[in-house]
C-alpha cells in the first residue's frame, strides 16, 4: 500500500466550487481551493422575480482549472507525482442542452448569451407548469412511472426542465440533440468526450431526477414523453441504458485536460454524482441516520440494505434509487427548497438600506465602505446570538419555510412562505428566529414521513455550512425533532465525499465503505434535544401544520 496517494474531490454548489486534494489512506487534506463563479456572483443571466435561475458553462470551466491548479501549486513535486484519480459532484438537477458533440450551446458563439442554452439550476422554478401536466400524464399509464420519486414530479427536475425550454425557445429547441446533467457533463468533459451519445450518465442523476429505475428496465418508454408532448419524442430513447454508479470510472484524464492541469493522462476520473449524495458519504453516513447537507437548501439522505425495504415506497419524496449513495444500498433522497436561503433572504431585507446608502454614494467612500461591508459580515451571526437568548413560548411570531416552495415532503414548487404573529414589539431576532424555527419544522415533517412509511430514523447526522456555523438553529433542530444531531468535522464533506469516490474508482479502495472509514474525518459536536423546550415546540409544530395547510389551501383555491 502507497501511502502517499492523492485523489482531488470536486464539489460545484450554487455559489462557487471547491476543490480539495485529499490522502486516500489517512483523509489528510493536502490542499484547498474556493472558486466563486464570476457571472453568477454578477447575477447575469437570473431573473428571481420568475424563479429563473440559470448558470454559465464557462463558470464551471474556469472554476475547474483553477481549483485544480491553485490545489497543485500547494503540493510538492512529489506529491503531484501520486494524483490517481478525480471525483466530482454538482448541484442537481441542473441540466442543459447539448449538441451532437455533447457541447453545451451556450458555448456556441449564437447562445452564448441565451439562458435557455445554458445550465438550468436546481432552485429554476420556470416549469411548475410542465411538472404539473407531467404528474397528471403518468395516471394514465398502468405502470406508475413516478412511483420511485415518492409520487410527485418536481419541477427542480430535469424532465420538466427540458419540456419547459424546448416549448419557449425555437433556437434551443432546433440545436439540441439532448440534455445532460452537469454531473455527468463534468466527467465528459475531462474525459475528452466528443459524442452525446457516449456520455456515461449516472445512477444517482437519472434515477433522482430523470426517472430510471432498474424495475422499468431503464428510462419510461418513448411513449410515455412523446405522448405527453410531441417535442419530447425521441429524447428518451436517446438516452443510454447502462448507467453507472459513482464509484465505476468514467474514463481517464484527456490528453488536452492532463497537459492544462500538468497531470498524467492515467488519472482515473469517476463517474459524477449530485452533491448531497456525495456528501452524505464524505460525512460518513449509516444505515437509518438521515445524513442532512445544510447549505443554501437542505439535501436529506438515508441509506438503507436493499433486503430490508424492499417493497416500501416511500411517498412524497425525492426519490429512492439502488446504489444512488453507496453501492449495494437503497439510497433514499429528501429535502427543502429553502434553508439558508431563507436566513440570507431575511439578512438581505435587513440590508436593503445599507446597499442603497453605498449605491448612492456620490464618490468612494472606503470608511464608509469597510463600515458597510462590515456590518453585513455581521448580521447573521449577531441575529443568531440575539435570537438565541430568546425563550421559546407557545404564541409568539410563527413562520412557514415554503420561501422557494415545497420540496420534500410532497413536492410543490408554487408555495410560498408565511410569518404570522407580527406585532409592534416584534424586532429582528424574533422573526429571525421564527424563521430559523420553520426551517427545522421543515425538517421535522421530513423526518415523520419517513417514520410514517415504515422506515425508522435512527438520529440526525448535521452536513455543511449551517451545521458546521449555527450552534443555534442545530439546537433548535434537535429540540423540534426530538433527535440527536451529530456534526461531522469536515468543513467540506461534499468535496470529500467527491475524494472518496475517486479514490475507489481509482481502485485504491475495494470498495466506499472501505474510502469512508479510511478517508473520514469523524464527528465533533452532538447537540441533544431538551425536554423541556420540546414539549413546547411539539405544541407549536402542530400550529405551523395548520398554517401550512391553509397556505396550501389558498394556493390550490388560486390555481
Known amino acids: 500500500m502507497n501511502s502517499n496517494a492523492w485523489v482531488i474531490g470536486i464539489d460545484f454548489g450554487t455559489d462557487s466550487v471547491r476543490t480539495l486534494i485529499v490522502n486516500t489512506y489517512t483523509g489528510e487534506v493536502a490542499a484547498s481551493a474556493l472558486f466563486e463563479y464570476p457571472r453568477w456572483k454578477a447575477g447575469l443571466y437570473n431573473n428571481p422575480a420568475v424563479n429563473q435561475f440559470r448558470q454559465h458553462p464557462l463558470d464551471y470551466l474556469e472554476g475547474l482549472e483553477y481549483g485544480i491548479l491553485n490545489c497543485l501549486q500547494q503540493l510538492s513535486p512529489e506529491q503531484r507525482r501520486f494524483i490517481r484519480g478525480i471525483g466530482i459532484d454538482t448541484t442537481g438537477s441542473t441540466p442543459v442542452a447539448v449538441d451532437r458533440q455533447g457541447i453545451p450551446l451556450s458555448l456556441l458563439p449564437e447562445f452564448a448569451e441565451n439562458p435557455d442554452a445554458m445550465f438550468i439550476l436546481w432552485k429554476d422554478h420556470t416549469s411548475i407548469k410542465e411538472a404539473a401536466e407531467i404528474n397528471r400524464h403518468a395516471q394514465n399509464f398502468p405502470v406508475n412511472y413516478l412511483q420511485y420519486v415518492g409520487g410527485i414530479y418536481s419541477a427542480e427536475w430535469y424532465w420538466a426542465k427540458l419540456l419547459h425550454t424546448l416549448r419557449v425557445d425555437a433556437s434551443v429547441r432546433k440545436a439540441s440533440f439532448s440534455w445532460v446533467e452537469h454531473c455527468d457533463w463534468i466527467p465528459f468533459v475531462l474525459t475528452g468526450g466528443t459524442d452525446a451519445r457516449q456520455i456515461k450518465r449516472g445512477v444517482c442523476s437519472a434515477g433522482h431526477k430523470g426517472l430510471w429505475s432498474p424495475a422499468f428496465n ?113 439510497g433514499m433522497e429528501a429535502g427543502q427548497s429553502a ?18 446608502a453605498a449605491e448612492k454614494q456620490n464618490e468612494s467612500n472606503r470608511v464608509l465602505d469597510k463600515f458597510i461591508e462590515k456590518t453585513l459580515q455581521e448580521i447573521l451571526p449577531l441575529l443568531n446570538r440575539e435570537a438565541e437568548k430568546i425563550t421559546v413560548e407557545e404564541n409568539m411570531e410563527l413562520a412557514v419555510d415554503w420561501f422557494n416552495g415545497r420540496r420534500t415532503p410532497d413536492a410543490n414548487q408554487s408555495l410560498k412562505g408565511a410569518i404570522i404573529g407580527i406585532n409592534l414589539a416584534s424586532d429582528a431576532p424574533a422573526i429571525f428566529r421564527s424563521v430559523t424555527e420553520s426551517t427545522c419544522f421543515g425538517a421535522k415533517a421530513i423526518v415523520d414521513r419517513f417514520i410514517s412509511e415504515g422506515i425508522p430514523i435512527r438520529g440526525l447526522i448535521g452536513l455543511g455550512g449551517v451545521a458546521k456555523k449555527s450552534p443555534f438553529v442545530m439546537q433548535q433542530m434537535a429540540d423540534i425533532t426530538g433527535m440527536d444531531i451529530r456534526i461531522h468535522l469536515s468543513e467540506q464533506t461534499c468535496a470529500l465525499g467527491a475524494a472518496m469516490f475517486a479514490a475507489t474508482a481509482a481502485g485504491l479502495h475495494k470498495n466506499v465503505e472501505s474510502a469512508m472509514q479510511s478517508m473520514g474525518t469523524g464527528f465533533g459536536e452532538t447537540y441533544f434535544p431538551d425536554p423541556a423546550r420540546r414539549k413546547i415546540y411539539e405544541k407549536r409544530y402542530q400550529q405551523y401544520k395548520l398554517l401550512g395547510n391553509s397556505i396550501e389551501n389558498i394556493s390550490m383555491h388560486k390555481s
Not at 434553508?339 to 442603497?356: C, E, R, V
Open 339 to 356: 434553508f439558508g436561503d431563507a436566513y440570507a433572504w431575511f439578512k438581505n431585507l435587513l440590508s436593503w438600506p445599507l446597499k442603497f
Open 218 to 330: 431503464g428510462f419510461p418508454p418513448d411513449e410515455f414523453f412523446s405522448s405527453l408532448d410531441p417535442l419530447l419524442k425521441g429524447y428518451a430513447s436517446g438516452l443510454s441504458t447502462q448507467l453507472f454508479t459513482a464509484d465505476q470510472p468514467a474514463g481517464t484524464l484527456n490528453p488536452s485536460w492532463a497537459a492544462k492541469l500538468g497531470l498524467p493522462e492515467n488519472v482515473v476520473v469517476a463517474t459524477g454524482a449530485f452533491d448531497a449524495h456525495m456528501g452524505a458519504v464524505g460525512g460518513q453516513i449509516e444505515p437509518y441516520f438521515l445524513s442532512k447537507v445544510m447549505g443554501t437548501s437542505t439535501c436529506d439522505m438515508l441509506v438503507a440494505p436493499i433486503e430490508e425495504v424492499k417493497g416500501k415506497l416511500v411517498k412524497g419524496i425525492c426519490g429512492q434509487v439502488p446504489g444512488s449513495v453507496i453501492p449495494g444500498m437503497m
